[in-house]
C-alpha cells in the first residue's frame, strides 16, 4: 500500500482539495486497494470542519466526491505512516519540520510536479479566493503525482 499526505495551513482548501482530487483518479483506475490519500494541515483553526465553501463548490463542480472529510492537524505519526508527504507551500513545509519527528522527514513540494509552471507555491485560495487556479494546478499535479507513484511503488 502507497501511502500520500498533502498538508496545508488549514487543512480546508488546498491539502483536502488535493486529497479528493487524487482519490478520486485513484478510483477512476480502480486502484483505491493500492493507495491510501489523506490530508492535514499545520495549524489548528479548523480542526474538525469540513472543507471551505469554495474547495466544496469547485470539486462540486468537477464531480469529485469530498465526503467524511474533517481537517485534521499534522502529527508525528504521520512521518511513519505515509511514503509522500506533499506541502502546498514552503512555510507548510517548515512547519512540518517542527513537528516533533518532522525534522528529518522526506517532504515533496507539490509544484515541483509542475516544473513548467511559474508559480513555485500552491496560491491559498482561503486568501486569494482564486479557487479555480487551485484546482486547475492539483488537477495537473496529481495526474503526475499518481504517474510517478504507478512507476515508483506498484
Request: hydrophobic residues 40%; charged residues 30%; negative net charge.
Amino acid at each position: 500500500m502507497v501511502r500520500v499526505l498533502f498538508v496545508c495551513l488549514g487543512n480546508i482548501c488546498r491539502s483536502p482539495m488535493a486529497e479528493a482530487v487524487l482519490r478520486h483518479k485513484i478510483n477512476e483506475r480502480e486502484l483505491s486497494d493500492k493507495i491510501l490519500v489523506d490530508s492535514a494541515g499545520t495549524g489548528d483553526w479548523h480542526i474538525g470542519k469540513e472543507p471551505h465553501e469554495g474547495t466544496r463548490r469547485i470539486l462540486d463542480q468537477n464531480g469529485v466526491s469530498y465526503a467524511n472529510m474533517m481537517a485534521r492537524i499534522v502529527s508525528s505519526e504521520d512521518f511513519q505512516k505515509f511514503d509522500y508527504i506533499v506541502c502546498m507551500d514552503k512555510s507548510n513545509g517548515e512547519n512540518v519540520r517542527k513537528v516533533p519527528g518532522g525534522k528529518d522527514a522526506e517532504l515533496m513540494f507539490f509544484m515541483d510536479l509542475l516544473p513548467e509552471e511559474e508559480l513555485r507555491e500552491v496560491p491559498d485560495p482561503y486568501f486569494t479566493g482564486n479557487f479555480e487556479q487551485v484546482y486547475d494546478l492539483i488537477n495537473a499535479g496529481c495526474d503526475i503525482l499518481l504517474e510517478r507513484m504507478i512507476r515508483e511503488k506498484l
